[in-house]
């Protein structure tokens, strides 16, 4: 499902202010993760720009979701 709903949303990849958006964090964040090797989504360089594979982030959020606990 979460698949699905990323590649509809976004394509095949995400640019950093799209992975921003989804993972609900400022991409100058990102950009300090990613430059300390601390950021859980795999990221490379595409031209001028960073990208995310779409599969990669859905992995991420559907590990968020199985590690997440009900209050």
Known sequence: M????LIENYGP???IDQ???VLGMP???IY???SAGDLEVPTYIDGK???AD???VATYLDQCRS???RA
């Open 54 to 56: 779409y599969r990669d």
């Open 32 to 34: 300090n993760k990613v």
């Open 19 to 21: 992975l921003s958006e």
């Open 67 to 69: 590690k997440a606990t």
């Open 49 to 51: 720009r960073r990208w």
């Open 2 to 5: 979460t698949q699905a709903w």
């Open 27 to 29: 991409a100058g964040t």
């Open 13 to 15: 990849r995400l640019n």
